[in-house]
Structure formats: structure tokens, C-alpha cells
């Protein structure tokens, strides 16, 4: 019975090692194949017409902030993580990784549509952004 119990406790170790170690570092990307759904909430708009900028999201107390962002075809968004535990921001079309503490990522949008994201570490935690 103790012998069963010690495979157990070893692959579960295993198991636990493998995991964390596929938690990698955090990357910066410029995919241009995201998911499209369709508009939801209300949004918040930062970019004046025919101009790329940069605009930012806080990842701080288990949340992104603002939840929505209304940007233009072109421009790039970046996530800073200013909480005290690691994020992801994880869309169909873009992923950051594991963002740990102080980390940054940028993704530039180069398509119209509604891009939701979350975080696959805390799925409560989401986003949208509206890029018009």
C-alpha cells in the first residue's frame, strides 16, 4: 500500500514539475491572425482618427484596466502587469505567455473587429478590444 502511494506522490511530482516548467517567460508578438466576435459592453475610445498610438492596460488586482478599449486599425496595445502574481492575456489570435510581475506585452491590431482576451491563470479575469 506505502508503495502505491509513493508512485503516486512521484508522478504527481512529475506532473506538477512539467506544468511549471511549460510557464515560460513573457514574449512580445505581432501576429496578425486574431478571432472576431461580435461587440458587447461599452468601450472606451483613445485614439484619434487616422493616427496609430500606443494605449495601455493595467493588470492589477486581478483585473485589466479598462475592461474595454475602442482603438483604430493599426494601433498597438500594451498590457503592464503591475499586480503581485503572474497573467497571461490570451486571445484566438495572440498570447503573451506568463507575465510575471512588472512584465510587459505588446500586440499591434492590424484587422477591424472585437478581440476578447483573458487571463488563462485567472479566467475571471477579461478584456475587449474594439478595433475599428
Request: hydrophobic fraction near 40%; charged fraction near 10%; glycine fraction near 10%.
Amino acid at each position: 500500500m506505502k508503495k502505491i502511494w509513493l508512485v503516486f506522490a512521484c508522478a504527481l511530482a512529475a506532473v506538477i514539475l512539467i506544468a511549471v516548467a511549460g510557464c515560460g517567460g513573457s514574449t512580445t508578438t505581432t501576429r496578425t491572425s486574431p478571432s472576431v466576435t461580435q461587440p458587447k459592453g461599452s468601450t472606451q475610445s483613445t485614439s484619434p482618427a487616422g493616427t496609430a498610438q500606443a494605449n495601455t492596460v493595467t493588470i492589477k488586482n486581478l483585473a485589466f484596466n479598462p475592461g474595454a478599449l475602442t482603438i483604430k486599425v493599426g494601433d498597438t496595445v500594451s498590457w503592464m502587469n503591475n499586480d503581485s502574481m503572474a497573467h497571461t492575456v490570451s486571445s484566438t489570435g495572440f498570447d503573451s505567455g506568463v507575465l510575471q510581475p512588472g512584465s510587459e506585452f505588446k500586440h499591434t491590431f492590424t484587422a477591424a473587429g472585437t478581440f476578447d482576451y483573458h487571463c488563462t491563470i485567472h479566467p475571471s479575469m477579461t478584456g475587449t478590444i474594439v478595433v475599428r
